[in-house]
């Protein structure tokens, strides 16, 4: 079982940056696939990063790409997103989700995952 806090979502200014965090309880969290995706008002909820327990592998959505970076720190079960030169169209609720058998060609699929953040908002003015 795991549990899963998201937070430091936030308004900032087009061209800033956020750092969201996810702490994890549960002694599985060390074995996750951990993800983030994200959902705009009115949108379908869309991948953004997935990393694997090791940190060895990275997958990004072409969307973000070069602008956020996903990490982990095993040791205190927190997974990090760091989200750089942030657009309007960033703005989104965030949501974490953990996975302990997840296939890494299948990441970007939110089915894959067992556990989920409550979320925390991120708004991005222009």
């Known amino acids: 079982q795991v549990q899963l806090v998201d937070s430091g979502g936030g308004l900032v200014q087009a061209g800033g940056s956020l750092r969201l965090s996810c702490a994890a309880s549960?002694?599985?969290?060390?074995?996750?696939?951990m993800g983030w995706f994200r959902q705009a008002p009115g949108k379908e909820r869309e991948f953004v990063a997935a990393i694997t327990w090791s940190g060895g592998r990275l997958y990004y959505a072409d969307s973000v790409k070069g602008r956020f970076a996903i990490s982990r720190d095993n040791a205190k079960n927190v997974a990090y997103l760091q989200m750089n030169s942030l657009k309007p169209e960033d703005t989104a609720i965030y949501y974490c989700?953990?996975?302990?058998?997840?296939?890494?060609?299948?990441?970007?699929?939110?089915?894959?995952?067992?556990?989920w953040g409550q979320g925390t908002q991120v708004t991005v003015s222009s």
């Open positions: 989700a953990a996975g302990s058998s997840v296939s890494w060609h299948l990441a970007a699929r939110g089915s894959e995952y067992d556990y």
């Open positions: 549960g002694r599985t969290f060390v074995s996750s696939v």
